[in-house]
């Protein structure tokens, strides 16, 4: 349903503000969710709640995303690993320096986005085999999520026009930067020398080594 690069993957706000941005999508909020138990999911099981007025409109348990990750290391994240590993091998980057993460995380959380889209819409599209014993139909993700149409489905989502204010206070924003001044600080350095954004990892490269100078 999304798949995002974020400062944060731990932040309940930052993750409830990613699903709410999803069910404004899908038009409305599903029957029930299942998340594992990590505490980045604790504002979502309140929502869920909320709007279903039970418990059950949450479940906690294992996830399957786990096992999802796996594949997608396989896949693509392994040459994103690699590449950063040759920063540090070359010395262009050093694990625990603040300002070269933060620069790291403006010139590549976008363009890892675009990756990531890419990902989540060849996932949805691919064809899941049959298989013996296995409770998941066989079939393409975005076929049996969008077909038949109503009305010869039954629509299982919930409108809720507004989240009381206790809950909508937890949301946070997504932003590439932990700490605020370094992102207001690279974004002037981009405006000042009039340095685009990174569409590519190439660009991405150019523009750190372009940044860097103007933090050591």
Partial sequence: MWLRA??????????????????SHVGGYPARVRTDCGTENVTIAAIQSFV????????????????????FQRCRSQWWIELFENLIKFDAFHSGHVMETECVRICFMNVIQKDLDKVRR??????????????????????????????YVDCMLT????????????????????????????????????????????SAFELYFKLLQHIH
């Fill in 6 to 23: 974020s400062c944060s993957n731990h932040d309940p706000g930052l993750i409830a503000n990613y699903f709410l941005e999803t069910v």
């Fill in 122 to 151: 060849q996932w949805n599209i691919h064809r899941i085999r049959p298989s013996t014993g296995s409770r998941c139909p066989p079939g393409i993700p975005d076929e049996m999520y969008y077909l038949p149409e109503p009305p």
């Fill in 159 to 202: 409108d809720v026009d507004c989240l009381p204010d206790e809950v909508l206070d937890k949301l946070k924003e997504p932003s590439p930067c932990v700490d605020s001044e370094c992102h207001a600080y690279f974004n002037y350095l981009c405006n000042f020398h009039n340095w685009c954004l990174p569409c590519d990892a190439d």
């Fill in 52 to 71: 279903t007025g039970s418990s059950a409109g949450h479940l906690y348990g294992s996830s399957p995303v786990q096992s999802w990750w796996s594949f």
